[in-house]
Nanobody, 123 residues
Framework: QVQLVESGGGLAQAGGSLRLSCAASGRTFSEFAMGWFRQAPGKEREFVAAISRGGNIVYYHDSVRGRFIISGDNVKNTVYLQMNSLKPEDTAVYYC????????????????WGQGTQVTVSS
């Protein structure tokens, strides 16, 4: 199995940027399809972005396409989510996940999850 630890969350102003990191241990993340999800208070967990096994294909939710970038560093065994042009509606707990199906938008199809990191965007 793989252990995932997110970091990099915090407070940002609207229009600002944050970079989230997801450090994997136990296995290399390139063996998995990796995804980022988020969950705001009172809402269901929703897909944000994903990167395929090997990292050659990326996927984005329409609400973040053009603003967020998902990438991976095989040397550091870490997946990143660069978040630019942040909006108050991006406020949520962000989770990193590892699974089998590249690009899946469904949380149920991911097998391993991190503990989450809070992102708060002020207007």
């Amino acid at each position: 199995q793989v252990q995932l630890v997110e970091s990099g969350g915090g407070l940002a102003q609207a229009g600002g940027s944050l970079r989230l990191s997801c450090a994997a241990s136990g296995r290399t993340f390139s063996e998995f399809a990796m995804g980022w999800f988020r969950q705001a208070p009172g809402k269901e967990r929703e897909f944000v972005a994903a990167i395929s096994r090997g990292g050659n294909i990326v996927y984005y939710h329409d609400s973040v396409r053009g603003r967020f970038i998902i990438s991976g560093d095989n040397v550091k065994n870490t997946v990143y989510l660069q978040m630019n042009s942040l909006k108050p509606e991006d406020t949520a707990v962000y989770y990193c996940a590892a699974g089998t199906y590249s690009g899946s938008h469904y949380a149920s199809e991911y097998d391993y999850w991190g503990q989450g990191t809070q992102v708060t965007v002020s207007s």
